[in-house]
Nanobody, 123 residues
Framework: QVRLVESGGGLVQAGGSLRLSCAASGGIVNAMGWYRQAPGKQRELVASITRSGTTGYADSVKGRFTISRDNAKITMDLQMNSLKPEDTAVYYC???????????????????WGQGTQVTVSS
């Protein structure tokens, strides 16, 4: 089973920036992504990246968030700029095991999850 460990997150004022990181170990993964879940809302995939570097973003974060990964280290980062109060949520690192990709926001193979990290944006 692939293990994911997250770091980053915290409290920032609107307009500020934060960077989240995720490190994977224990198996092979293809697509990796960041989900977020705000209170009372469904968990949503906000950014994803495949092993080949193909990226995808939710419309709500396009132009503000940038996802990147290091295949040698199997790490993934999410740089979040121009943060808004509506970005407040718990952010989860996710990885699709083996050759999995995201289809309609869900891994096509077994998925691993990080423990979640709180991001709070104050107005």
């Amino acid at each position: 089973q692939v293990r994911l460990v997250e770091s980053g997150g915290g409290l920032v004022q609107a307009g500020g920036s934060l960077r989240l990181s995720c490190a994977a170990s224990g198996g092979i993964v293809n697509a990796m992504g960041w989900y977020r879940q705000a209170p009372g809302k469904q968990r949503e995939l906000v950014a994803s990246i495949t092993r080949s570097g193909t990226t995808g973003y939710a419309d709500s974060v396009k132009g503000r968030f940038t996802i990147s990964r290091d295949n040698a280290k199997i790490t993934m980062d999410l740089q979040m700029n121009s943060l808004k109060p509506e970005d407040t949520a718990v952010y989860y690192c996710n990885a699709c095991q083996r050759s999995g990709i995201y289809i309609s926001g869900v891994c096509s193979t077994s998925a691993s999850w990080g423990q979640g990290t709180q991001v709070t944006v104050s107005s």
